[in-house]
């Protein structure tokens, strides 16, 4: 019902910076929230960041500071600025949409691929 795309990932150089974006569509209800995931190879999804309708947001504490999320809500669109970015931060991020109803779904969509190389 809802569509989530993701755009921005490439390869870039140690210290370079990208930004991400995600555009929600289609959905009949209201957004909550919408975040960002993230899962290298061989690991674990986690947490990268999230944020409400609202304006609030939410962290991996690990990664504030170098991670930024935005919101623009007439745009249903997210976007994550990534600064510094080292090797480790090499995976394919992912775009969730929490309509905020545990009787619905969470959507998500397909991944954008960071790779962070010299």
């Known amino acids: 019902q809802v569509q989530v795309t993701e755009s921005g990932g490439g390869l870039v150089q140690p210290g370079d910076s990208l930004r991400l974006s995600c555009a929600a569509s289609?959905?009949?209800?209201?957004?909550?929230?919408m975040g960002w995931y993230r899962q290298a190879p061989g690991k674990e999804r986690e947490l990268v960041a999230k944020?409400?309708?609202?304006?609030?947001?939410l962290y991996q504490p690990a990664l504030k500071g170098r991670f930024t999320i935005s919101r623009d809500n007439d745009k249903n669109t997210i976007y994550l600025q990534a600064n510094s970015l080292k090797p480790e931060d090499t995976a394919v991020y992912y775009c969730n949409v929490d309509l905020g109803d545990p009787g619905l779904p969470e959507y998500w969509g397909k991944g954008t691929l960071v790779t962070v190389s010299a």
């Open positions: 289609g959905s009949r209800f209201s957004i909550y929230s």
């Open positions: 944020i409400t309708w609202g304006g609030s947001t």
